[in-house]
C-alpha cells in the first residue's frame, strides 16, 4: 500500500515500519532515544533525529604528531611521517563521510598526495584536525513539514586546483530532502547525501567541470528519491 507525505510522518515507526524487520531478523540488542551505532551518536526526541561523531572526534581522533613547523613544507616526509600522516587521514576520512561535510575539500586534497606528501602538506591536515575539534557539530533532522517532498542539489566544481601541482579538478554537491527550495527563505531539509572527489577524467575549462559535477549529482539525486519511493511508496 502507498502512502502520501503526511501518513509517513504521522505513522508509528516501531509498529509500522519496523514491526516486520524485527520478526524477520534477530537483532543483539534494541534501543529507542540515545544511542551508539557503528560509530554514531543518534538522538531521538520526538521531533527531530540527531546524529553526530563528537565522541570520535574527542576521544579517538588524535593530534597529527609531525614536526611540520621547523621543516621545509616542500620536502616529502619521511616514511614514518607518511604512516601517521595516512592514518590521520583514514581517521579524518571516517569523519567527513559520515558528519562532517565541511572537512571534505580538506581531506580530499590529503588524500591524493597521501603516499608522497609533503611537510606543508601535514600543517593543512593539523590545522583542518584543530578546526574539527574547535567546533563540533550535529546533523539534525528535522519533520519535513510538507505533504510535497523534494529533491534539492547544490553543486560546485573547479578547473585545475587539485595536486598534484594544481592540474587535477575538483567536483562537489550536497543533496537534501526539502519542502522545496526559495532563495532567501527558510524551510525544513534533510541533508541526504554529499560528496567531495576529483574529476576522473580531462577538463578544459570550469564549464566542463561543472557539467560533470552536475551529471553526477543528479544521478545520486534520482538513486536518492528512488531508494526513498522504495522505502515509503510515495
Known sequence: KQKTAYEIRNCDWSSDVCSSDLKRFKFSSIEVGSFKCLGWQLHHDGKYIVIDQNDFL???????????????????????????????????????????????????ECSIVANKATYAHARQMAKLIERL????????????????????????????????????????????????????????????????????????????????SHSDALEEAMVCQHQIHKMTGI
Open 58 to 108: 574527542k576521544n579517538k581522533l588524535e593530534d597529527l604528531n609531525i614536526d611540520w613547523q621547523s621543516k621545509n613544507l616542500s620536502q616529502v616526509m619521511n616514511e614514518e611521517e607518511i604512516t601517521i600522516f595516512r592514518k590521520a587521514v583514514g581517521q579524518v576520512r571516517w569523519l567527513v563521510d559520515n558528519s562532517r561535510p565541511d572537512g571534505s575539500f580538506d581531506e580530499l
Open 133 to 212: 575539534k574547535a567546533s563540533p557539530m550535529k546533523v539534525t533532522f528535522p519533520v519535513i513539514g510538507a505533504n510535497e517532498w523534494r529533491i534539492t542539489v547544490f553543486v560546485d566544481a573547479s578547473h585545475k586546483n587539485l595536486p598534484p601541482m594544481k592540474t587535477g579538478s575538483a567536483a562537489g554537491y550536497v543533496i537534501f530532502l526539502t519542502d522545496g527550495f526559495l532563495i532567501g527563505k527558510f524551510g525544513n531539509c534533510c541533508i541526504l547525501t554529499w560528496r567531495s572527489a576529483k574529476i576522473h577524467r580531462t577538463v578544459t575549462s570550469t564549464y566542463e567541470a561543472e557539467t560533470l
